[in-house]
T-cell receptor, first 111, second 115 residues
Framework: TQLLEQSPQFLSIQEGENLTVYCNSS?????LQWYRQEPGEGPVLLVT?????EVKKLKRLTFQFGDARKDSSLHITAAQPGDTGLYLC???????????FGQGTRLTINP | EAQVTQNPRYLITVTGKKLTVTCSQN?????MSWYRQDPGLGLRQIYY???????DKGDVPEGYKVSRKEKRNFPLILESPSPNQTSLYFC??????????????FGPGTRLTVL
């Protein structure tokens, strides 16, 4: 069974602080996506990566992907209340149009 | 506006009463799927469809049925709902290109409570 573990599951910090969320897989992934979900809405894609070792930036968000293609991290610099939400990583499976989701990290940024 | 719509958004029902949750997308996507989201478990795929009349089981298909008679619609059917099917349900669509890294577009969710 493929497992995708996210940590921490809950994180509450003050505005302006930095934070890192981790996503670890029990197997090598073909692709990895990060989604953000806000209350009452469906997840929305933030980034997709397909190359081991890749780093992508989206404003204050930096996504890193392990060389071994089994782990990933999301780093937020100077967090803002608008960053509050549920962050989900999703692993693509080789040869299949299918994503396996982690359990999510619920992030709260306090003003 | 490109979107995935679901109806109803909220539903409270009783055990054994058949229900259907509709899903429709206007992006001409081939691939559609249903997920359920439960606390601490993330999103788990229930069923998916690669195109019209082509459906297959996901990771948690027990107690659910689907159909894909038209490209834009992918209804989720619970023939005899039970309390363990109380959950938040999402429909998603994606353009199928044989790649697992296409963006999935999610609907707004349906919160189902089975008493």
């Amino acid at each position: 069974t493929q497992l995708l573990e996210q940590s921490p599951q809950f994180l509450s910090i003050q505005e302006g602080e930095n934070l890192t969320v981790y996503c670890n897989s029990s197997s090598v992934f073909s692709s990895l996506q990060w989604y953000r979900q806000e209350p009452g809405e469906g997840p929305v894609l933030l980034v997709t990566v397909v190359t081991g070792g890749e780093v992508k930036k989206l404003k204050r968000l930096t996504f890193q992907f392990g060389d071994a293609r089994k782990d990933s991290s999301l780093h937020i610099t100077a967090a803002q209340p608008g960053d509050t939400g549920l962050y989900l990583c999703a692993q693509g499976m080789w040869g299949a149009q299918k994503l396996v989701f982690g359990q999510g990290t619920r992030l709260t940024i306090n003003p | 506006e490109a979107q995935v719509t679901q109806n109803p958004r909220y539903l409270i029902t009783v055990t054994g009463k058949k229900l259907t949750v509709t899903c429709s997308q206007n992006m001409n996507h081939e691939y559609m799927s249903w997920y359920r989201q439960d606390p601490g478990l993330g999103l788990r795929q229930i069923y998916y469809s690669m195109n019209v009349e082509v459906t297959d089981k996901g990771d948690v298909p027990e107690g659910y049925k689907v159909s894909r008679k038209e490209k834009r619609n992918f209804p989720l059917i619970l023939e005899s709902p039970s309390p363990n099917q109380t959950s938040l349900y999402f429909c998603a669509s994606t353009p199928f290109g044989g790649r697992s890294y296409n963006e999935q577009f999610f609907g707004p969710g349906t919160r189902l409570t089975v008493l």
